[in-house]
T-cell receptor, first 115, second 112 residues
Framework: ETGVTQTPRHLVMGMTNKKSLKCEQH?????MYWYKQSAKKPLELMFV???????ENNSVPSRFSPECPNSSHLFLHLHTLQPEDSALYLC??????????????FGSGTRLTVV | SQQGEEDPQALSIQEGENATMNCSYK?????LQWYRQNSGRGLVHLIL?????REKHSGRLRVTLDTSKKSSSLLITASRAADTASYFC????????????FGKGTHLIIQP
């Protein structure tokens, strides 16, 4: 375990379903991230939260909705997804704040398949 | 695009040999980081090198950074079968919690 826990590990959902991915860290980090990893493509940054405030939304479709209720938890709510949204979704955390730079701690990811 | 690009895309060597992977990027950075990913798992942070540093070591890892050429290299010495994984460079362009930009990675295979 890395200190960042993602659930579920695997998820199969239909295009009309609504589901949520969960990420939890107890490392005392103040920034959390969602990344999407598709085959043969670089990791794509989806959302950044710093001190529970959303910092960046990289033009992600509205069918993905993040939520950060506190500094230890991050959710990604999914609805009416498309088959091309099938990917490995990775959560990460860091001690980052403006002007500082630290390595990220990643969870093991949620393998999402949209059918 | 700001993202780093690793070279080569795939590398296969014999156990005990050294493995070298390269990363190039296009815009100025605050720091550059290297990560390892075993198949289908999360990424593991290996090493961070800041823009004012030229070389860093961590165990069998050696990272160099040449900001004039916008490039970095990761050297793994005395490779082991357990080093088989994908290796990614990630660039931090603005510092802080703004998100790292990753390359596509180098898939390293260590033949026993």
């Amino acid at each position: 375990e890395t200190g960042v826990t993602q659930t579920p590990r695997h998820l199969v959902m239909g295009m009309t379903n609504k589901k949520s991915l969960k990420c939890e860290q107890h490392l005392g980090h103040n920034a959390m991230y969602w990344y999407k990893q598709s085959a043969k493509k670089p990791l794509e940054l989806m959302f950044v939260y710093s001190l529970e405030e959303r910092v960046e939304n990289n033009s992600v479709p509205s069918r993905f909705s993040p939520e950060c209720p506190n500094s230890s938890h991050l959710f990604l709510h999914l609805h009416t997804l498309q088959p091309e949204d099938s990917a490995l979704y990775l959560c990460a955390s860091s001690q980052g704040s403006v002007g500082d730079s630290y390595g990220y701690t990643f969870g093991s990811g949620t393998r999402l398949t949209v059918v | 695009s700001q993202q780093g690009e690793e070279d080569p895309q795939a590398l296969s060597i014999q156990e005990g040999e050294n493995a070298t992977m390269n990363c190039s990027y296009k815009t100025s950075i605050n720091n550059l980081q290297w990560y390892r990913q075993n198949s289908g798992r999360g990424l593991v942070h290996l090493i961070l090198i800041r823009s004012n540093e030229r070389e860093k070591h961590s165990g069998r890892l050696r990272v160099t950074l040449d900001t004039s050429k916008k490039s970095s290299s990761l050297l793994i010495t005395a490779s082991r079968a357990a080093d088989t994984a994908s290796y990614f460079c990630a660039t931090d362009h603005r510092g802080g919690a703004d998100g790292l930009t990753f390359g596509k990675g180098t898939h390293l295979i260590i033949q026993p």
